[in-house]
């Protein structure tokens, strides 16, 4: 009887059990199936988990447009949206309006708002492509290389506009121009969030129009973005995914009936003909920089230089317990506007770290845990420091931002209002070996065919006699979804038609 085709798939996250789904349902049994994951759990970058009784989101959170999303469709089919069992994080406190307070306990109206939010949604649907925006000619004129330096550009030529302003009164040592500034800065701070780029200066302006939305709402799953997970697991047979499985090596092109090699930290290997590599980005680019490499022989020069210029950056989610000093509905959803790291008129006990951070909210409406996002360096320092350091930083910040106005910003003074929190929960992505990170994003230098570069299968000669050695998924392998996990659904899809195609079955 002749052998079948033996296709391993490297990570069981969004990208590989979309692909083990995908084969092995559409296959009838004519390969020889395995997923092997480093962890010990499935899911990669979606990982559901729960603090104090509330169902969190440690990686993946949203559903990014509802239509013709397939996380959206999914989640429908499986009644996943709505049918929580327990309180989860639905974020619907973000439709009420937050308020936005200013350090020294400055809270901001519209009026000093709006004007600068305006801005800055427009400056951005202009870079992501919207040709009638009245930006167009200024980006002609003045050229940009990155989105930072097209947004401060856009700011400058704001002020320009609004030279005949008058003075800014009551909002103690704040001039107009430094708090315009610091509310411009606290959109960039959440648009880092959204990109994983620590700076803004080193995300592509040119790259950014190819990105591409759902339209409709985002929403967050009721029961958990690891059920999209779990459902995509539940057809195969329980020996298919092998946990606890940490690869070492990929040897490729091997002269032998199966022409790929897998070895395994504990010194077992396995051979196939066919491997899925679905690792993060953050991983093949240590694995291209470490000797030895993760491949053997090394991924040729085209497709190390695309995992080379690619940016991949560091988001992490800090959950906080409300003290119960305070009922839930006494802390409002919180925009935050600081004083610059380096500035004399700083609240000097308010970390840097926390400067660059824009938001504090409920994870749903009255809930007594709240949730902030970091990016870049205050990301990874999240990731350093002790529980009781960021509960003391986070209390000092709130308290002060929600006393009253005071005329010595740095003063330690406070009239009144003191919040606390008693435990927290943070995730720790870019640390973790595993993932060395959270998402893709096009760093100036590289562009959008660096994706497309990433998707390309080894070896590339079409005719080679033992081809598709090593195919590659994930959302750093996507050219307009990077960064999602419908980008990562579409890449596993993707690779998983290419071997039914080779092997003559339909794929779709």
Request: glycine share 8%; with cysteine; proline share 4%.
């Amino acid at each position: 009887m002749a052998k079948k085709p033996k296709i391993v798939i490297i990570g069981a996250g969004m990208a590989g059990l979309t692909a083990a789904n995908k084969l092995y349902t559409s296959s009838n049994d004519l390969f020889e199936l395995f997923v092997v994951e480093g962890g010990t759990r499935i899911g990669g970058r979606i990982n559901t988990s729960e603090f104090y009784g509330d169902r969190v989101e440690m990686g993946a959170t949203w559903i990014h447009g509802i239509k013709g999303s397939p996380v959206h469709q999914i989640a429908q089919q499986i009644n996943a949206l709505q049918g929580s069992d327990k309180p989860w994080e639905c974020m619907d406190g973000l439709l009420d309006e937050p308020k936005t307070i200013a350090e020294g306990g400055f809270e901001l109206n519209g009026s000093m708002i709006e004007p600068i939010s305006t801005l800055f949604k427009n400056l951005m649907d202009f870079a992501q492509g919207n040709e009638a925006s009245k930006w167009c000619s200024m980006s002609r004129r003045l050229g940009n290389k990155s989105i930072g330096s097209f947004l401060r550009k856009g700011l400058d030529v704001y002020w320009d506009s609004c030279k005949d302003h008058e003075e800014l009164k009551g909002y103690g040592k704040w001039s107009r121009e430094l708090l315009e500034e610091a509310i411009f800065a606290m959109y960039e701070n959440t648009q880092r969030t959204y990109t994983s780029a620590g700076d803004l200066f080193s995300l592509d302006y040119e790259a950014e129009s190819e990105y591409r939305m759902f339209p409709g709402e985002e929403i967050t799953i009721g029961n958990g973005y690891s059920s999209i997970i779990e459902y995509l697991a539940s057809v195969l047979p329980r020996d298919v995914i092998q946990l606890d499985r940490k690869v070492a090596k990929i040897e490729w092109d091997r002269c032998d009936s199966r022409p790929v090699k897998i070895h395994f930290l504990d010194g077992s290997f396995v051979l196939a003909d066919h491997v899925i590599v679905t690792v993060s980005l953050g991983v093949l680019k240590a694995g291209i920089c470490n000797d030895p490499g993760l491949f053997s022989p090394p991924l040729p020069s085209f497709k190390t230089d695309a995992i080379s210029r690619l940016g991949y950056g560091v988001v992490n989610k800090l959950f906080l317990r409300l003290n119960g000093n305070r009922k839930p509905e006494e802390l409002p959803s919180l925009q935050m506007v600081f004083h610059r790291s380096d500035s004399e008129l700083r609240h000097k006990k308010i970390p840097w770290w926390m400067r660059r951070t824009a938001t504090l909210s409920p994870i749903y409406n009255n809930a007594s845990v709240f949730l902030s996002w970091f990016a870049g360096k205050e990301a990874l320092e999240l990731e350093r420091l002790s529980n009781e350091e960021i509960i003391n930083a986070v209390t000092t910040t709130v308290s002060s931002l929600l006393s009253e106005p005071h005329n010595e910003i740095m003063s330690d003074s406070s009239n009144g209002f003191e919040v606390s929190f008693v435990d927290v929960l943070k995730s720790k992505w870019g640390s973790d070996p595993l993932f060395l990170g959270s998402y893709s994003y096009v760093a100036v230098g590289s562009c959008g065919a660096d994706f497309d570069t990433m998707a390309e299968p080894l070896p590339t000669d079409v005719y080679h006699h033992r081809p598709l050695q090593i195919l590659f998924a994930g959302e750093a392998t996507h050219r307009t979804h990077y960064s999602t996990t419908h980008g990562a659904y579409f890449s596993g899809i993707r690779e998983a038609n290419r071997l039914l195609q080779h092997y003559h079955c339909v794929g779709v």
